[in-house]
């Protein structure tokens, strides 16, 4: 008497670094579906200072990336720096190839202080791999 065995394919949906960041940018409302999208983009800043870093996305980007050499991901980042959002999205981008660099624009000055107005956004742009 002959056993038949039937073999079942079970497909397991690996969670990408790229996957995780871009529903990083979804969280703060910025519908993108590729990270190319990210050149034609200017952020304000204060969308980076308004929101704490999200608990439930570091130990998954924990799983791609080395604690030891991004700060973003260490246990202590929320208490030891000052803008943690910012550093997490700056650190990551940069291990897909990605800079976050910021811009600032003079706004004027205020009248009756004379202080300087400006305005701060962070454009995005490849990673250069040529230069040091």
Same mark, same amino acid.
């Given at each position: 008497?002959?056993?038949t065995?039937?073999v079942?394919?079970?497909?397991?949906?690996v969670?990408?670094?790229t996957?995780?960041i871009?529903?990083?940018?979804?969280?703060l409302?910025?519908?993108?579906e590729s990270l190319?999208? *990210?050149t &034609?983009m200017? /952020?304000e800043?204060?969308?980076?200072l308004?929101?704490t870093?999200w608990?439930d996305?570091?130990p998954? $980007?924990?799983c791609h *990336?080395? &604690?030891?050499? /991004?700060?973003?991901?260490q246990?202590?980042?929320t208490?030891?720096?000052r803008?943690p959002?910012?550093? $997490?999205?700056?650190q990551?981008l940069?291990?897909?190839?990605w800079r976050?660099l910021?811009?600032?624009?003079s706004?004027?000055y205020e009248?009756?202080?004379?202080?300087?107005c400006?305005?701060r956004f962070?454009v995005?742009?490849p990673?250069?791999?040529?230069?040091?």
């Amino acid at each position: 008497m002959e056993e038949t065995t039937t073999v079942k394919t079970v497909y397991i949906e690996v969670e990408t670094l790229t996957d995780i960041i871009l529903e990083m940018f979804r969280e703060l409302g910025i519908p993108i579906e590729s990270l190319e999208e *990210l050149t &034609t983009m200017r /952020l304000e800043r204060t969308r980076f200072l308004n929101v704490t870093p999200w608990p439930d996305y570091i130990p998954r $980007l924990k799983c791609h *990336l080395n &604690t030891g050499k /991004l700060n973003a991901l260490q246990s202590n980042a929320t208490t030891k720096q000052r803008f943690p959002l910012v550093n $997490l999205f700056r650190q990551v981008l940069k291990c897909v190839g990605w800079r976050m660099l910021p811009q600032v624009v003079s706004q004027g000055y205020e009248a009756s202080t004379g202080k300087k107005c400006v305005e701060r956004f962070y454009v995005f742009r490849p990673l250069d791999l040529s230069s040091p």
